[in-house]
């Protein structure tokens, strides 16, 4: 569980690629070992409160939680110059207020347990991978990867490969964003072809 006494807490709203999303940045961990969690509605919020919290204000479509932020995505009739500073004031004062920001990871994200050389312990919703090539592709989308995605407030999942194709699931701000096919394309793709033999295409899977 991971709950905050009385401290200063500073929130600061960070625009991301994708247009409907914002990231919340906090200046204390929020999400421990590296697990992330997303929630598309408040009925999906178990054992997590401030998610659940955050789908009470009407345009909020989605949650994502990991490391030191809160990613929102919004419905499109508003505009985030008309939501980001209640948002902002709202999370600042849950958590100074010692509230819960999450109490269960969903069981979608457990930690790899594998025999295959992946050099660390992750935490997240990566599918265990079944083969050397599969524990290599978890291990670049979390060194390099993962990185570049959660500073936009987003993150990417390794589900599938199959006959040289690469199967991702991408969430938070990268899920709908209009620009994260291109990123798909011409970053994590040719990386992973540099980097990983046998992979052909990288393709991301819809939530």
């Not at 979608?108 to 992946?118: E, L, R």
């Not at 589900?159 to 394309?185: D, H, M, N, Y």
Request: include cysteine; glycine fraction near 4%.
């Amino acid at each position: 569980m991971t709950t905050f006494a009385k401290k200063p807490v500073i929130i600061y709203a960070e625009s991301t690629p994708n247009p409907a999303s914002m990231k919340f940045v906090c200046n204390h961990l929020l999400v421990k070992d590296g697990a992330t969690a997303q929630y598309l509605s408040k009925e999906e919020t178990k054992g997590a409160p401030l998610a659940a919290k955050l789908f009470e204000f009407p345009f909020v479509k989605a949650v994502f939680l990991a490391a030191n932020f809160v990613t929102v995505s919004k419905d499109d009739y508003i505009q985030w110059e008309d939501v980001v500073t209640e948002l902002r004031d709202f999370i600042r004062t849950y958590i100074s207020d010692g509230s819960p920001v999450i109490m269960d990871i969903p069981k979608a994200a457990m930690p790899v347990d594998t025999t295959f050389s992946i050099k660390k312990e992750v935490f997240t919703e990566h599918n265990i991978p079944s083969t050397e090539t599969e524990a290599k592709i978890v291990e670049v989308l979390e060194q390099y990867v993962r990185p570049a995605v959660e500073s936009d407030g987003g993150n990417i999942a390794f589900k599938s490969f199959k006959e040289g194709i690469v199967t991702v699931q991408l969430r938070g701000a990268c899920s709908g964003c209009p620009s994260s096919a291109i990123t798909l394309k011409t970053g994590i793709e040719a990386l992973m072809k540099r980097m990983v033999p046998g992979v052909k295409e990288v393709i991301a899977e819809e939530l």
